[in-house]
């Protein structure tokens, strides 16, 4: 099991629409081989901060979903949204107290 974690600010005038078509994008990701789930996080601190968590099964799942047309569809919404670019990183789940049996 694979978790990404990407991180982005947006720009002011486009959260709104940015919330939106990122909510899209996991409703349509939900359908996806390999898919396991997803969190969207806003900044405490810093409103306009976004954070996604990906998990899925393995990294080629996650990166067959973004040659999936729903997947770019969406891009082309984000565009212009985000006042820099994405920072991505990949961790492996060594343990996940979420399913785990005591």
Not at 60 to 67: F, G, L, M, N
């Amino acid at each position: 099991m694979m978790t990404i974690i990407t991180r982005v600010v947006l720009r002011d005038e486009g959260a709104g629409r940015w919330d939106r078509a990122m909510h899209e994008r996991v409703a349509a990701a939900r359908e996806k081989p390999g898919w396991i789930s997803a969190q969207l996080l806003k900044g405490v601190d810093e409103p306009l901060e976004r954070a996604i968590v990906g998990v899925w099964e393995t990294r080629e799942d996650w990166s067959a979903w973004h040659h999936d047309e729903a997947f770019r569809a969406t891009r082309d919404e984000l565009v212009g949204l985000e006042a820099g670019q994405m920072d991505s990183t990949w961790f492996e789940v060594v343990q996940n107290t979420a399913t785990e049996e005591d």
